[in-house]
C-alpha cells in the first residue's frame, strides 16, 4: 500500500476518530496501527523525519574523536565530538558511493570509508579523495558528510532530520518548565540498561506512562501505594506528559539510600514521584533522589529497542559506597521493565488476531489517550 493511501485509510478510520474523542467514550487503537509496515513507514515520515529526537547523553562524548553510530528508522547516523569540543551529528554515508564510514562506537581522529578510502574529519568535511584530482568539477569543499541538526537540553543529544523544525529550545520549553528542577547536566548516569522488545514502539510508549497497570502489574515493585487518581497532570496537543505524585524512591525497601538531590530545598519531600514524556521517544521517572530517564528506539513494526538512564548528582559518585547503592536502584529498575516486558509482548502479539477489537479506554488512561491524540495529530497532519 502507498503511502499515501495509507494516509488515506487513516484519515477515513471510524476507530481513530472514537479514539480521539471523549475519555469517557474512547477506544484504543485498532490491531493494524502496531503491526502494518505501511504504517512504520509512514510513522518515518511523519514523525521521525520531522520531530526532534533523544539520541544520548553529552558524558557519553567526553573527549575529542569519542564517536558513536546509530540507526533511526533505518537512517545511518554519526555523533561526534571534534577537536574544538563541539559535539557534531551527520550522515553516516560516504558522499562518493553511500558506505557508512563509521560502525559501532570509539575513537577515532578521523573518519574512513573502507571501500575507496575517502577520509572526512570530526565535523564531516572531506579531507582526502585518493585518485580525484584529475575528475572534472570535482569540488571536495563542497564534497561532506551530510550535517543533521543537533541540540543539547540538561546534558541530553537531541537530533532533527527537520531543517526548518522549530529550535530545540522552544520544543522542549514546556516539557523542561516541569523537569528542569532535577537538573539533569548537573547529574552523570551510573548505569545503562539496553532492553530490545518483540512489540510495536507505541506500546512501549503507551506503557512508560499508563497509570491505570501500576498497581495491577507493579503491585509487587512500586505500585502498591500509588493512587492514579490523585496525579497531577498536564498534557500538550502534542502527547507530551508531566505528572506528579507522591512514590516512594524506587529501591525494594522504598526508602532512599542516598538522600535528597543537594539543590531540592524543604519544599522537597522524599515522596515526590513524577513522570514525563517528550513525544515522540523520550520519557523521565523522577524520584527525590535520582532521575531516570529512557530512550524508546523503534527497530521494525514488531520490534523496539529501549535505553534506561540512571542519573544521580555528580557529587554522589565521590562516595565510597555509591556504586553499591546506585546498583539497587539498578536492579529494580531492571526488576520493573521486566515486569513490562511479558504484557507489551503479548498485547503485539494479538494485534494480528481476528478477535481482537479495540476496547474502551479508562478514566485512568488519560495519559495513554493524550499520547494516542498526540500521535495520530502528527499522522493525520
Not at 569543499?141 to 540538561?154: D, E, F, I, S, V
Not at 506503557?207 to 500509588?226: I, R, S, W
Not at 513522570?275 to 523520550?282: N, V
Request: glycine residues 8%; negative net charge.
Amino acid at each position: 500500500m502507498a503511502l499515501a493511501e495509507t494516509l488515506t485509510e487513516l484519515e477515513n478510520d471510524a476507530d481513530l476518530t472514537q479514539s480521539r474523542g471523549d475519555l469517557s467514550k474512547a477506544i484504543h487503537l485498532p490491531g493494524y496501527i502496531y503491526h502494518s509496515p505501511e504504517i512504520f513507514e509512514l510513522e518515518k515520515e511523519k514523525i521521525f523525519m520531522r520531530d526532534w529526537l533523544a539520541m544520548a547523553r553529552v558524558e557519553e562524548f567526553e573527549k575529542a574523536g569519542d564517536y558513536r553510530t546509530f540507526r533511526v528508522m533505518g537512517e545511518p547516523v554519526i555523533i561526534c565530538r571534534d577537536q574544538s569540543g563541539s559535539i557534531n551529528a551527520f550522515a553516516n554515508v560516504c558522499a562518493h558511493r553511500g558506505v557508512e564510514v563509521a560502525s559501532g562506537e570509539g575513537n577515532l581522529e578521523e573518519f574512513s570509508c573502507p571501500y575507496h578510502g575517502w577520509l572526512y574529519d570530526l565535523e564531516g568535511k572531506l579531507i582526502g579523495a585518493p585518485y580525484m584530482k584529475e575528475t572534472e568539477g570535482f569540488d571536495p569543499a563542497n564534497c561532506r558528510l551530510k550535517p543533521l541538526r543537533l541540540g543539547t537540553w540538561a546534558g541530553w543529544i537531541f537530533i532533527s532530520f527537520n531543517e526548518e523544525a522549530e529550535p530545540l529550545d522552544s520544543a522542549i520549553e514546556w516539557f523542561d518548565d516541569a523537569f528542569g528542577m532535577f537538573r539533569m547536566e548537573d547529574c552523570r548516569f551510573s548505569g545503562k540498561f539496553v532492553m530490545e522488545l518483540d512489540c510495536n514502539w507505541k506500546f512501549v510508549n503507551e506503557n512508560l506512562m499508563d497509570v491505570y497497570h501500576f498497581q495491577t502489574l507493579h503491585v509487587a515493585t512500586f505500585g502498591a501505594h500509588l493512587d492514579g487518581e490523585k496525579f497531577k497532570i498536564g498534557l500538550t496537543d502534542k502527547g507530551d506528559i508531566n505528572a506528579f505524585y507522591k512514590a516512594a524512591p524506587t529501591v525494594p525497601e522504598g526508602k532512599t539510600l542516598v538522600g535528597k538531590m543537594p539543590w531540592f530545598g524543604d519544599d522537597i519531600g522524599e515522596d515526590l514521584g513524577c513522570m514525563g514524556h517528550f513525544a515522540p521517544q523520550f520519557h523521565v521517572f523522577g524520584r527525590c533522589d535520582h532521575i531516570s530517564p529512557l530512550i524508546v528506539e523503534p527497530l521494525s513494526p514488531d520490534r523496539t529497542r529501549m535505553t534506561l538512564y540512571h542519573l544521580f548528582p555528580k557529587e554522589f559518585f565521590d562516595r565510597p559506597d555509591f556504586a553499591e547503592k546506585a546498583q539497587v536502584y539498578y536492579d529494580f529498575w531492571i526488576k520493573i521493565l521486566e515486569e513490562d516486558r511479558t504484557m507489551v509482548q503479548g498485547m503485539q502479539h494479538n494485534m494480528r488476531s481476528e478477535q481482537f477489537l479495540p476496547g474502551p479506554m479508562s478514566k485512568l488512561e488519560k495519559t495513554v489517550q493524550n499520547i494516542v491524540n498526540g500521535y495520530l495529530n502528527r499522522m493525520q497532519a
